[in-house]
């Protein structure tokens, strides 16, 4: 027989058990390691199924040199939102044998609907009378898979009669676009996420591996008495690694292949994520399935390294030592790397050799540094808990002095999490701050039920209708206008200087109804909105008082002129809001101009705003959207990437807290002997199960404080340096404190679930075992 | 006496500042069967796994058959007590996780045996010492007994020169005892395989051809031929 196989053999039979759990640990790495490698190909397959769908148009650039299609197919997208939810409906006119878009296998016929899966179930539902306006047509088929973004995207091809010339005729599908890479602050949070998620499962990997130690190393020095060499038993244990590394391997990829469907819904999409798209390159699968076996196997042999495997037993070779202090020189090497870097940032920003070095290299010694000085904030612990009167805390500040290294190697993975996890939550705010923040000044103005509707009306919306709709409180309509200061010129000779003016055409009354607000509206007809965000620079000097301007035309010339007042009052509610777009609201009175927005205040029910976009032209309908849809939109990704983390921060946390467990148990179950003595000499039982909680929450305890400290001080340096952050992101403090105190619990719980355990073993009869 | 098979001369080997012997020197002829006595922290059994190989000397010399066993690397010994030299200790010397007959074919299979080979002459030896209804089973599925018959029969399948036991009935009562050094003995006798036994039990040291009482980790006494 082999050694090889017959550590396979050994694997199999041995201690069942420690078979279970080291299969599952490795099956949880590999599943994680797939899920984290196929996360930000999966962003990019949707970007390539988008891409596919893309219209190419006869002579754009991208046509250049090619022949028009003989079939004509015109095609118009528009983009709305539906219960909160994207709808994309593309209208098109076809003559038979035009290029196809993926999904399709023919065009709909002039009141015809093709749609997406999800969107086919809504106009087959009762509700479909709300989609009346915006997917008009009866339903005869549906998008298949290649044509859409997502499994849950609303999505139509809706046929209609014909188009005039001016609407676009499409050549192909699909523009091969140049791919761009995943934005760097992506990136970051994705490695981080899948790093905090991996690390407790290679700590469960590791603990695994070390259970029922010394079973193993009874068995080893059987096989050495009988003969093996110390090669042999090398063999054998990397065999029995190997052997679980390929179970767990494959049980990694069957759970990866069964869960990968329920893990895209974690993904920050709004359309979801087809399960194939959630893949890996073939090179990193490959890598992975191939790779995890050997690490096992390797893991299996170095396991054996400080070990001196002999006929008579196995010998530790490392002395147990107290914990050295210099265990925290990596930690505050790490922290004083960043600090450095927080200091000169300006002089070494991200990106230059100094600073990106300064950056790996002192986030990476931070956390390997938290790791090792484990050990000696353990010790610390288990000092300050021998300060403590009564028998537990004496029993467990002796076995944490005892060996301290044993005592961190409980906690180190739940520190690991804590750690990534404290990092995570502080850049979750980079992720907030670096999106447009305007619609949460818009919200400060308005409620979130409210309707806007887009500035681009080919019809005249049915403004009684809106009234009617039940739920709707006040509708204002909005125009807007261009005027032009004295001495403007047309466009072959225009001064920058004095460009046209855009300016908000409204009832000040119906404004200050529909936002609920009191406006100064008796004080003029004319009113200068605040300026906010960033104005239109090309506007130059703003417009005066008593200024006489020129009204432009549709065309861009001057139709006709307006005297402004000689007091133009101040409109306490900003241009570029997103509910004023203009510099000056000016009353229709004064000025008439056709109706573009609508801001109809309702109840803010999902029934009332889509019956109000049931009763709007097409148009108005597709562009019409709540403050809380625009709201949740602009901060669609973030909220998805949050809860991902949060989702993966509890999952890091399970795992953990299930790798302490089994840590908790073995070492119960190896000291049985010293236990039972404890207990035959008269120690109650009690006092033996404080102990054991003690002597993992103490050392939890110590390595929880500088954990925190140590996060906070990386995080905020960090922060700092990163140049696309803006100045002042808060530190999470209240996320941080919360997921100490998670992590604290799950510990405590995770030790108290052991407890039985030590009733059991603590029995005086185990004394007489072997 | 004809020329020694197994020869230990002054031998010294401390663990940490604890001598465990100190000059001790003893020979092992072929087919004798030699037992080792003393009381506890004597160095009995550190003087038997010096001469076996498993514990080098700190000083003195450990030859078989003409060779130094204490220069010999670890991986050289190793195949020593693989092919020539058979082991039952007093427990735990069984692989848990095999059967009997797996055990018994063990150092069979690690020398490169097939596995039918090897587990046939297996099951013969585990007939001999009367425990063929064992086979199948693991270690602890057997009574202590059984166990120790099984050690006995792997002890003794690959037709060793020499079998160190030491305790080997420690751990039974004395009818399992006798049942277990009978089966030993006479297999070994049969074969003319060398036996050195450590024991305190005088019983049990009547099988030996020759007792060597040792004292503070050097010979004190020699009893019998």
């Given at each position: 027989m082999t050694p090889w196989l017959l550590g396979a053999r050994l694997a199999l039979t041995a201690n069942r058990m420690r078979l279970v759990a080291t299969t599952i640990a490795v099956s949880f790495t590999v599943a994680f390691l797939l899920a984290a490698m196929g996360a930000l190909p999966s962003r990019q397959a949707k970007l390539d199924r988008l891409d596919a769908r893309n219209v190419v148009q006869v002579d754009s650039q991208v046509a250049t040199?090619?022949?028009?299609?003989?079939?004509?197919?015109?095609?118009?997208?528009?983009?709305?939102?539906?219960?909160?939810?994207?709808?994309?409906?593309?209208?098109?006119?076809?003559?038979?044998?035009?290029?196809?878009?993926?999904?399709?296998?023919?065009?709909?016929?002039?009141?015809?609907?093709?749609?997406?899966?999800?969107?086919?179930?809504?106009?087959?539902?009762?509700?479909?009378?709300?989609?009346?306006?915006?997917?008009?047509?009866?339903?005869?088929?549906?998008?298949?898979?290649?044509?859409?973004?997502?499994?849950?995207?609303?999505?139509?091809?809706?046929?209609?009669?014909?188009?005039?010339?001016?609407?676009?005729?499409?050549?192909?599908?699909?523009?091969?676009?140049?791919?761009?890479?995943?934005?760097?602050?992506?990136?970051?949070?994705?490695?981080?996420?899948?790093?905090?998620?991996?690390?407790?499962?290679?700590?469960?990997?590791?603990?695994?591996?070390?259970?029922?130690?010394?079973?193993?190393?009874?068995?080893?020095?059987?096989?050495?008495?009988?003969?093996a060499t110390p090669k042999q038993a090398s063999a054998i244990a990397g065999a029995e690694g190997l052997v679980s590394g390929i179970l767990g391997t494959a049980g990694g990829l069957v759970a990866f292949w069964l869960l990968r469907g329920p893990a895209c819904a974690l993904l920050p999409f709004p359309e979801g994520v087809y399960a194939q798209d959630l893949m890996p390159p073939l090179t990193m699968l490959l890598a992975v399935l191939v790779g995890v076996p050997l690490l096992a196997a390797v893991s299996g042999v170095l396991a054996l390294r400080r070990v001196v495997t002999s006929p008579l037993g196995v010998r530790r070779t490392a002395r147990v030592k107290t914990a050295a202090w210099w265990r925290l020189a990596p930690l505050l090497s790490g922290l004083a790397m960043l600090i450095v870097l927080r200091v000169n940032h300006t002089a070494w920003p991200l990106g230059t050799p100094p600073g990106t070095t300064l950056l790996l290299l002192g986030g990476g010694l931070t956390l390997?540094?938290?790791?090792?000085?484990?050990?000696?904030?353990?010790?610390?612990?288990?000092?300050?808990?021998?300060?403590?009167?009564?028998?537990?805390?004496?029993?467990?500040?002796?076995?944490?002095d005892a060996d301290p290294t044993a005592s961190a190697r409980v906690v180190t993975g739940m520190v690991l999490v804590l750690f990534v996890s404290a990092w995570l939550l502080a850049f979750l705010p980079v992720l907030e701050s670096s999106r447009d923040s305007g619609e949460k000044e818009l919200l400060s103005y308005v409620s979130a039920g409210t309707v806007i509707t887009a500035s681009d009306v080919r019809k005249r919306p049915d403004?009684?209708?809106?009234?009617?709709?039940?739920?709707?409180?006040?509708?204002?309509?909005?125009?807007?206008?261009?005027?032009?200061?004295?001495?403007?010129?047309?466009?072959?000779?225009?001064?920058?200087?004095?460009?046209?003016?855009?300016?908000?055409?409204?009832?000040?009354?119906?404004?200050?109804?529909?936002?609920?607000?009191h406006l100064p509206c008796g004080q003029g007809t004319v009113f200068r909105v605040s300026v906010s965000g960033a104005p239109d620079t090309a506007s130059g000097s703003p417009l005066a008082e008593g200024e006489r301007v020129g009204v432009l035309d549709s065309q861009g010339v001057v139709a006709a002129h307006l005297v402004l007042p000689a007091r133009i009052p101040?409109?306490?509610?900003?241009?570029?809001?997103?509910?004023?777009?203009?510099?000056?609201?000016?009353?229709?009175?004064?000025?008439?101009?056709?109706?573009?927005?609508?801001?109809?205040?309702?109840?803010?029910?999902?029934?009332?705003?889509?019956?109000?976009?049931?009763?709007?032209?097409?148009?108005?309908?597709?562009?019409?959207?709540?403050?809380?849809?625009?709201?949740?939109?602009?901060?669609?990704?973030?909220?998805?990437?949050?809860?991902?983390?949060?989702?993966?921060?509890?999952?890091?946390?399970?795992?953990?807290?299930?790798?302490?467990?089994?840590?908790?148990?073995?070492?119960?179950?190896?000291?049985?002997?010293?236990?039972?003595?404890?207990?035959?000499?008269?120690?109650?039982?009690?006092?033996?199960?404080?102990?054991?909680?003690?002597?993992?929450?103490a050392p939890m305890l110590s390595n929880v404080v500088v954990t925190l400290a140590a996060a906070a001080m990386a995080s905020a340096c960090y922060l700092g340096v990163t140049t696309s952050v803006p100045t002042g992101v808060p530190l999470p403090w209240g996320s941080w404190a919360l997921t100490a105190l998670a992590a604290v619990v799950a510990v405590l719980l995770a030790t108290a679930a052991t407890l039985p355990l030590v009733s059991a073993v603590g029995r005086p009869e185990a004394l007489r075992a072997e | 006496m004809m020329e020694p098979l197994l020869t230990a001369r002054d031998l010294h080997l401390s663990f940490g500042a604890s001598p465990a012997l100190a000059g001790a020197s003893v020979d092992v002829a072929p087919g004798e069967i030699l037992a080792l006595l003393g009381p506890s922290g004597s160095g009995k059994s550190t003087l038997l796994h010096c001469l076996a190989g498993i514990l080098v000397p700190d000083s003195g010399e450990v030859g078989y058959r003409g060779i130094r066993l204490d220069r010999l690397s670890d991986d050289l010994r190793s195949e020593l007590r693989r092919s020539d030299f058979g082991f039952v200790f007093q427990f735990g010397s069984l692989v848990p996780e095999l059967s009997a007959v797996e055990n018994v074919a063990l150092p069979l299979r690690l020398a490169g045996h097939k596995r039918r080979t090897a587990e046939a002459r297996a099951l013969e030896w585990l007939e001999r010492l009367e425990v063929g209804e064992v086979a199948r089973k693991r270690a602890g599925e057997m009574s202590g007994g059984q166990g120790q018959r099984v050690a006995v029969a792997r002890a003794l399948v690959a037709g060793p020169r020499v079998v160190f036991a030491d305790e080997p009935t420690g751990a039974l009562d004395s009818l399992n005892g006798e049942l277990v050094m009978d089966l030993?003995?006479?297999?070994?006798?049969?074969?003319?395989?060398?036996?050195?036994?450590?024991?305190?039990?005088?019983?049990?040291?009547?099988?030996?051809?020759?007792?060597?009482?040792?004292?503070?980790?050097?010979?004190?006494?020699?009893?019998?031929?």
């Open positions: 040199g090619m022949t028009a299609p003989a079939a004509v197919v015109r095609l118009e997208s528009q983009v709305g939102t539906y219960r909160g939810r994207p709808l994309t409906v593309r209208f098109v006119s076809a003559e038979p044998g035009g290029p196809l878009p993926p999904g399709l296998t023919r065009y709909p016929r002039a009141g015809e609907v093709i749609a997406s899966p999800d969107l086919a179930d809504v106009l087959r539902g009762h509700r479909a009378g709300e989609l009346a306006t915006r997917v008009p047509g009866h339903l005869v088929g549906t998008v298949a898979e290649p044509g859409l973004a997502g499994p849950h995207e609303l999505y139509a091809y809706v046929g209609v009669a014909g188009f005039d010339h001016e609407t676009p005729q499409v050549q192909s599908y699909g523009s091969h676009y140049v791919r761009q890479p995943a934005p760097r602050e992506l990136r970051i949070a994705a490695w981080l996420g899948a790093l905090g998620l991996l690390l407790p499962v290679l700590v469960l990997v590791a603990t695994a591996t070390r259970l029922s130690a010394s079973s193993r190393d009874r068995r080893l020095a059987a096989l050495r008495l009988v003969g390997v540094g938290v790791a090792v000085a484990a050990p000696v904030l353990s010790q610390l612990g288990g000092r300050l808990l021998g300060r403590l009167p009564g028998l537990s805390a004496s029993l467990a500040a002796r076995r944490i403004l009684a209708a809106v009234q009617r709709v039940p739920g709707v409180r006040a509708v204002a309509v909005l125009g807007y206008a261009a005027l032009t200061p004295p001495g403007w010129v047309s466009d072959d000779g225009s001064d920058p200087a004095r460009t046209s003016h855009t300016v908000d055409v409204g009832s000040c009354t119906a404004l200050a109804r529909a936002t609920r607000r101040e409109l306490p509610i900003p241009a570029y809001s997103g509910l004023l777009q203009g510099e000056l609201l000016v009353d229709p009175a004064l000025l008439p101009a056709a109706p573009s927005r609508l801001v109809v205040t309702t109840d803010g029910r999902a029934d009332t705003v889509e019956n109000v976009r049931a009763v709007l032209p097409l148009d108005l309908a597709m562009s019409a959207q709540t403050v809380a849809e625009r709201v949740k939109a602009g901060a669609s990704v973030y909220l998805g990437y949050r809860r991902a983390v949060k989702i993966g921060i509890v999952l890091a946390l399970l795992v953990g807290a299930a790798s302490l467990a089994v840590t908790t148990a073995d070492a119960v179950a190896e000291r049985r002997r010293s236990l039972a003595t404890l207990v035959a000499l008269g120690t109650p039982l009690r006092v033996l199960r404080r102990t054991v909680l003690l002597q993992t929450a | 030993l003995v006479g297999a070994a006798r049969e074969q003319g395989t060398s036996i050195v036994l450590v024991t305190h039990e005088p019983r049990v040291a009547a099988y030996a051809d020759r007792e060597v009482v040792l004292r503070d980790g050097a010979l004190a006494l020699t009893v019998g031929a």
